[in-house]
């Protein structure tokens, strides 16, 4: 084989070694005619026939090298001779067994292409431990490879295979591992989102019941507050009333007094004892006039009262929820402070002499049995707090 210029030998298909025609440029930068891209393709994976490197991707045509190899010719460097067709196969003729046999012996299967050399087209039988390539016996004496340490194929490939089995052992090992962190974090989601949900609910009825609670709370301290009003509303109503009648009885003792003093000498003396009577005339007192609504009893430290209220009444509830749920737990005795043992105005008795509009509580004995009183579910009495002082704030006694 003639020598090649230095250009020429850059204008050369690594393949046909012969000048490019219509080039075509792979990912891994090679470059090859695209003939000769197509009938290795067709043969094998899309690999580089020079590195060996897989493509996915299609080759780009090399305009610039085309237009360069072009020019070369131009100039009469041509191409150089292509190398003579192969022999025509003899004629077929009948065999023996025997024969055909020998015959497929003979003509077996080229070797594949990727254990040829692609510079030399001579088949792989070293390897190059320093350049990490397999190479054959032509590459061998090149100065490329002047000086490398050269193992045989089989040699290598088995030392290798050792080591990628080692290799594939760990990364198999590593496989597994990832598999199971993929599965414990996809566990993880699919738990923290039910979980999610779960939590969510229990947040909303958590803030239900205090909303509850603050409702509750709100209706009966305002309630207190209305029942108090209402109750210093009628004293101070029935006060009025009685110092009507009072002023009114006193005007006409003045009034006739009065009178008494425009009279005559005579009449006055007459009258006089009667009018030093009337003069003895003393008003009943009335009392103590009902104060205003104290605004710092119901207000002050509201904030405070209500969540200690809150406070207790919670950890009554949990206390509770824990004894149900332990197996061994003895049932709480009740609590007789969430009770209210007040019987409620039955009778009313006659009016007192001299008071107006005035009633005493009577009690009416019962002669049949009654149930027994069960805990209040106004708002007045919530699970876990003693009612107030007195009968005045259980009107959600049910009995």
Known sequence: MAAFSPL??????????????????????????????????????QRCPVCRQQSSEQPHRNLALRNLCEAFKGEGGGALPPPPPPPPPPA????????????????????????LCSLHQERHKLFCLEDQEPICVVCQASVKHQNHTLRPVKEAAQTFRGEIRADLKSLDKNLKVLEKTKQ??????????????????????EFDKLFQFLRNEEESRI???????????????????DL????????????????????KDIVLLKNYKDTK????????????????????KHVLNLKSKVM?????????????????GSANAIPAAPDPRRYSYCVPEVTTA???????????????????????????????????????????????IAV
Not at 28 to 36: G, I, M, N, V
Not at 92 to 115: C, D, L, Q
Not at 247 to 260: F, G, N, T
Not at 308 to 324: A, G, I, L, P, S
């Open 8 to 45: 020429e030998e850059e204008l050369t298909c690594p393949v046909c070694h012969r000048i490019y025609e219509d080039p075509l440029l792979l990912p891994c930068s090679h470059t090859l005619c695209r003939q000769c891209l197509q009938q290795c393709w067709s043969r094998q994976i």
């Open 223 to 241: 309630s207190a507050l209305r029942k108090e009003v209402r109750d210093k509303a009628d004293l101070a109503q029935r006060m009025a009333e």
């Open 308 to 324: 200690d209220r809150m406070t207790r009444y919670f950890q009554n509830q949990q206390d509770r929820t824990r004894e149900r």
């Open 184 to 205: 414990t974090c996809e566990r993880t989601e699919k738990n923290l989102k039910s979980k999610r949900e779960f939590t969510e609910n229990q947040i909303r009825a």
């Open 244 to 263: 009507s009648d009072d002023i009114e009885s006193l005007s006409d003792v003045i009034k006739a007094m009065e009178e008494d003093l425009r009279a």
């Open 92 to 115: 077929p003729r009948p065999r023996s067994p025997g024969e055909a046999v020998r015959t497929v012996r003979r003509w077996r299967i080229p070797a594949r292409a990727e254990e």
């Open 350 to 396: 006659a009016p007192t002499p001299g008071v107006r509009n005035r009633r005493s509580p009577g009690i009416l004995r019962p002669s049949f049995p009654r149930r027994p009183l069960q805990p209040a579910t106004s708002v007045q009495s919530l699970p876990g707090y003693p009612l107030d002082e007195g009968c005045g704030n259980s009107p959600g």
């Open 277 to 296: 009577r009337r003069a003895q005339f003393i008003a009943k007192n009335p009392g103590k006039v009902p104060e205003e609504t104290d605004v710092d």
